[in-house]
């Protein structure tokens, strides 16, 4: 596509459910990064991949966090059993990557998925 | 380690004044620098980035940053606030041979009439 797609852009849960956050990168893009921006706070990095193997998974901030891309293009972030702190935008980007890394390369945002659990 | 250090939260100008928005970067190596902004309700969009060729680099909508390697800073600037300039905007630093993305805590742009 065009750009970083994202569904659903609004999701409201109830307090205990799981939901699923879709990311449809740039087309050819091998690097896709999951971000949660809480409200007024800065990126807070989640999960990074390249191609369909998460290399580093060190910011999923719990258990119940957990992502996978499929194809080397797609990727669904799932949360289990939602809890309120959870409440956020979760953000996807994706850039090119080269085989020395995806530094200098632009990253491109999808509009994010504002998540807000009650 | 890398880290981009953001030195206001909050700016505000006047329409029509200059805009600074600071940003200061800690890398062993040559860095490559970013600026993105962000609307209301919006994703993140690319402002301008620095990947070690001219210092001055120029982005969208009148904004540009220098690059000053001695000083270790990558301000943003623009010669004349617009209202729709009203935004938050991040620095962001990663460095070459990785795919770490490092943001700054961003700085909230207000616009006075």
């Known amino acids: 596509g065009a750009g970083v797609s994202q569904s659903p852009s609004n999701k409201v849960t109830e307090k205990g459910k799981d939901v699923e956050l879709r990311c449809d990168p740039i087309?050819?893009?091998?690097?896709l990064y999951w971000y949660r921006q809480s409200l007024g706070q800065g990126l807070e990095f989640l999960i990074y991949?390249?191609?369909?193997?998460?290399?580093?998974k060190s910011g999923l901030p719990s258990d119940r966090f957990s992502a996978e891309r499929t194809g080397g293009s797609v990727s669904t972030l799932t949360i289990q059993r939602t809890q309120q702190e959870d409440s956020a935008v979760y953000l996807c980007?994706?850039?090119?990557?080269?085989?020395?890394?995806?530094?200098?390369?632009?990253?491109?945002f999808g509009e994010g998925s504002w998540l807000t659990v009650v | 380690a890398q880290s981009v250090t953001q030195l206001d939260s909050h700016v505000s100008v006047s329409e029509g004044t200059p805009v600074l928005l600071r940003c200061n970067y800690s890398?062993?190596?040559?860095?490559?620098l970013f600026w993105y902004v962000q609307h209301p309700n919006k994703g993140l969009q690319l402002l301008l980035k620095?990947?070690?060729?001219?210092?001055l680099v120029k982005g969208i909508n009148g904004f540009e940053a220098e690059f000053k390697k001695s000083e270790t800073s990558f301000h943003l600037t623009k010669p004349s606030a617009h209202m729709s300039d009203a935004a938050e905007y991040f620095c962001?630093?990663?460095?070459?041979?990785?795919?770490?993305?490092?943001f700054g805590t961003g700085t909230r742009l207000k616009v006075l009439a």
């Open positions: 962001v630093v990663t460095l070459s041979g990785t795919y770490k993305y490092i």
């Open positions: 980007a994706s850039s090119l990557s080269t085989p020395y890394g995806s530094s200098g390369n632009t990253i491109y």
């Open positions: 991949f390249q191609g369909n193997s998460a290399p580093d």
């Open positions: 087309s050819g893009h091998t690097a």
């Open positions: 890398s062993s190596y040559s860095p490559s």
């Open positions: 620095y990947t070690s060729a001219a210092t």
